[in-house]
Each structure stands twice: as structure tokens, then as C-alpha cells.
């Protein structure tokens, strides 16, 4: 993929402190500030020709949402995820992604399916991985909407900023290995928009279960059964990406 203008830019009117947030976002999940770089006021007010205000401002905001953490001495970084973090985050996103694809199956509406339709096409056109996965988290965010579940969906937005950061990086090492994240992500949303189009909720649900237990095998873990996270029974596995892989 090349590297062309970044995804969802600020819209229009939105405030200086929106849009500096907005930018360090996709720097962050791009991999353009990788993790553990610092993001402190006066450099990255200069580099981005702000005041600190903003920069502040936009860091508290990133700090809410999982992507930078405060250091002993109050200094910002960007958030590094360890082994147990994506572990723990899978068994978080899990059982919301399920409660959600059972739901939208029986109440979605055309225009949801609609919106749906809208996201696959622009993943399908995106030019850059950052950006496919922007798409891909918007469009698990649409089947959110549509399972009409405020309480499901409050779950989701006070995870979706470590689950960016958590997704980013696993499609950066599976771009590495396959080349087809585009693709795959496409593929993969047209089969779970088809279940959802045909309110077959039972298989709605085992789709996305599927489809996350995929990510076990591009995780950073090794996940043993003495782990307090591991499903009864389940073997050790370990993630070591050979070049021979492929996408479901």
C-alpha cells in the first residue's frame, strides 16, 4: 500500500485542540509515534506549530482512551501493549462483539446495511493499513449501532481506544506476513453483512467468534491453560508467524 493523506482527517470546524488529538491519534496508530515515544507539551507543540494548549488538551483526551500513559515523573508516552494486555483485551472485546452480532441480526435496519455497505467499499479502496484499520473498528462500531444496546455500546467506546491500538498492531504484523489485510477485511465484512442482511442471528454470532479467536494466532502471547484468561482445556499455543501463513 502507499502512503498517501492520512485517514479520517479533522472534519470541518473542528476546534485546534480536536484536531491536534485527531493527529496524534493517527500517528500513534499508524506507527508513526511507536510505542513508548514520548508525547510532551513544548516538542510536539513546536513540531506541530501549536501552542501547548491544544497539545495538552489532546494528550488528557489520548490518556482517556488507552493510547498514551503518564510516566512516574507525569511525562506522557505512547502506550506499549504487553502479551497479558492483548490477552485481556481479546477476553473484553469477545463477549461484546457476540452480544452485539446477535442483536443487530434482529434489529438492524436498511440503513444500517446501508452504512455498512458504504464502510466496505471505502476499506476496499483505502490506501493505507492505518486506514483499513480505522475502517474495520468503524465497522464493527456500525454493527454496535445496530444492535440498538446503549449499554452495549457505551462497553464498546470505552474500549475502542486500546482496541485500536491492540488491532493496528496485530494487522501490522499480518500485513508483513500475508500483504492481504485490505482484502482480507473486506471479505470478511461482506460475509458478516450477508448474515446480518439475513437476520440469521445464531450464525452472525459464530462469525464474529470466529473471526476474533483468529487474532489468537497473531497475538504477542503465549497462552498456557494455567492462564486465569485461557478457555478450559485449551492447549498451550504460542505465535510464531511463519511465512507460510494465510488468511481465513
Do not use: C
Request: charged residues 25%; aromatic residues 6%; glycine residues 4%.
Amino acid at each position: 500500500m502507499e502512503a498517501p493523506p492520512p485517514a479520517h482527517p479533522s472534519p470541518a470546524g473542528a476546534t485546534l485542540a480536536e484536531t491536534v488529538t485527531n493527529r496524534l491519534r493517527r500517528e500513534i496508530l499508524s506507527g508513526e509515534l511507536p510505542p513508548g515515544a514520548p508525547v510532551t507539551e513544548i516538542p510536539t507543540a513546536a513540531r506541530l506549530g501549536v501552542s501547548r494548549v491544544p497539545v495538552r488538551e489532546a494528550i488528557l483526551v489520548l490518556e482517556q482512551e488507552g493510547l498514551l500513559v503518564f510516566g512516574p515523573r507525569g511525562r506522557a508516552s505512547v502506550r506499549s501493549l504487553s502479551p497479558g494486555d492483548h490477552l485481556e483485551i481479546y477476553h473484553a472485546r469477545l463477549p461484546l462483539e457476540k452480544a452485539a452480532a446477535r442483536l443487530a441480526a434482529k434489529r438492524r435496519t436498511v440503513d444500517d446495511l446501508a452504512a455498512m455497505q458504504a464502510n466496505i467499499d471505502a476499506t476496499r479502496q483505502a490506501r493505507t493499513l492505518a486506514e483499513v484499520s480505522m475502517l474495520d473498528l468503524d465497522f464493527h462500531e456500525l454493527v454496535f449501532q445496530a444492535a440498538r444496546s446503549p449499554w452495549l455500546f457505551r462497553l464498546w467506546r470505552l474500549l475502542r481506544g486500546e482496541l485500536a491500538l491492540w488491532l493496528t498492531e496485530l494487522h501490522r504484523e499480518q500485513q508483513s506476513i500475508t500483504h492481504r489485510v485490505r482484502e482480507s477485511t473486506s471479505d470478511t465484512h461482506e460475509e458478516y453483512m450477508a448474515l446480518l442482511r439475513s437476520r440469521n442471528a445464531g450464525a452472525a454470532e459464530r462469525h464474529i467468534e470466529t473471526r476474533i479467536r483468529f487474532w489468537l494466532e497473531w497475538m504477542p502471547v503465549e497462552v498456557a491453560d494455567t492462564s486465569p484468561f485461557s478457555e478450559p482445556g485449551s492447549p498451550a499455543k504460542k505465535a510464531v508467524h511463519p511465512p507460510s501463513r494465510s488468511l481465513p
